[in-house]
């Protein structure tokens, strides 16, 4: 499978910006696609995951609440919706596959990021 995120930008805290994630190939080995940020000097950080039939969500505690994660197979795309952004939201965003569901865990395939910049 191939990944290709999209939709980061500049915002101000408590707006909201939805990421897109475009997969294509061959999605039938996938389980799961989840996003992932990271910050220069950190590890990359697990946001948010959904299974590959679509059913069942994860998301970290930091963001649970504010981030939505869906999935549109017409279009074969992930999205992450973030609403009330807040300044330590500010990473660039990445989308990953995992051939084996394990949404904190290792993924397989990444896309390449995409900034998300939350600052007034």
């Known amino acids: 499978v191939q990944l290709q995120a999209s939709g980061g930008g500049l915002v101000q805290p408590g707006a909201s910006l939805r990421l897109s994630c475009s997969y294509s190939g061959r999605t039938f080995s996938s389980a799961a696609i989840g996003w992932l940020r990271q910050v220069p000097g950190k590890e990359r950080e697990f946001v948010a995951a959904i299974d590959w039939s679509g059913g069942r969500t994860f998301y970290a505690d930091s963001v649970r609440g504010r981030f939505t994660i869906s999935k549109d197979d017409l279009v074969n795309t992930v999205y992450l919706q973030m609403k009330n952004l807040r300044p330590e939201d500010t990473a660039v965003y990445y989308c990953?596959?995992?051939?084996?569901?394990?949404?904190?865990?290792?993924?397989?395939?990444w896309g390449q990021g995409t900034q998300v910049t939350v600052s007034s």
């Open positions: 990953g596959a995992q051939s084996r569901l394990n949404p904190r865990g290792n993924y397989d395939i």
